[in-house]
């Protein structure tokens, strides 16, 4: 793990294109005081902070080693390198804090007289994966292109196997995944409808291969934002977000940014 820990400016990937589909409302300054994980920290006001649009590795147990813990450090070793002792600027698009008081928020910093957002930061390093609700379109497909271009790359953790891209078909491999975000890829063999769901299924067997499933009561979020998984059948697909066990694999949509075309890499 440890070549994880190298840290390539973002930078010079973006090659200064400017990054601003995601700059949302200001929501207050700060300074910050510790760093908790790689996506959380606190202010010198007590606030706790948590990086909106992003996952990372789950902070370990206590005693706690291998891939899985050495990921986790890793993500926060690069939160710190990029946020220890800084001031802060915070945006958010809506109400953004969660039921145990952290307040969700796209933070910048200011690096070479330029405001810099953290949350790209750690996805253009390889350090986070987007998450299942970013819930601003044009800023999902921001942040998308941002960890496309770090795991084509094999950036940070994208030379790990801990971020691998788990194949839709293994059961072995979405089983050990249960309970986890995950992103995972495969071709989708059949779309169908019942009782009110959308079944989105990548092999023949429900129990080994993965279902993707979307209620009918957010079929217009997916259509306003043109995406018909009806049309999806015979392609080859991404989607991301947390593993249950319903009869087999099983992964809910609710955004559509959950979903990328795979074969347009």
């Known amino acids: 793990m ?39 920290f606190t202010l010198e006001d007590g606030r706790e902070i948590r990086l909106a649009g992003i996952e990372v590795p789950l902070p370990p ?58 949350t790209h930061e750690m996805l253009a390093r390889g350090f986070a994966r987007v998450s299942a609700h970013v819930g601003d379109r044009p800023c999902a497909e921001e942040l998308l292109a941002q960890e496309r271009a770090a795991r084509r790359a094999k950036l940070g953790l994208w030379s790990e196997p801990y971020y691998v891209i788990v194949a839709a078909e293994s059961g072995t491999q979405l089983a050990a995944e ?23 299924n990548f092999g023949r067997r429900w129990s080994q291969a993965l279902t993707a499933t979307i209620s009918k009561r957010d079929q217009g979020v997916f259509a306003a934002a043109g995406v018909d998984p009806k ?11 947390w593993i249950e066990e319903r009869n087999g694999p099983r992964i809910e949509l609710t955004r559509p940014e959950q979903i990328e075309i795979a074969e347009r890499d």
């Open 2 to 40: 440890a070549g994880a820990v190298v840290l390539p400016t973002a930078a010079a990937r973006t090659q200064g294109r400017p990054l601003s589909a995601c700059r949302f409302e200001a929501a207050g300054t700060g300074n910050v005081r510790a760093i908790i994980d790689g996506r959380s």
């Open 61 to 118: 147990a206590a005693g706690e080693s291998g891939p899985r813990a050495e990921a986790a450090r890793a993500a926060r070793a690069a939160l710190e390198s990029m946020l220890a002792a800084q001031s802060v600027e915070l945006r958010q698009n809506a109400a953004g804090v969660d039921r145990y008081g952290r307040a969700r928020a796209m933070v910048y910093v200011m690096r070479d007289g330029v405001a810099r957002s953290v």
């Open 178 to 200: 249960r309970g986890r975000f995950t992103v995972t890829e495969g071709n989708v063999l059949s779309v169908r409808e019942s009782a009110g769901t959308i079944y989105m």
């Open 231 to 241: 049309k999806l059948e015979n392609r080859r697909v991404r989607v991301r977000g």
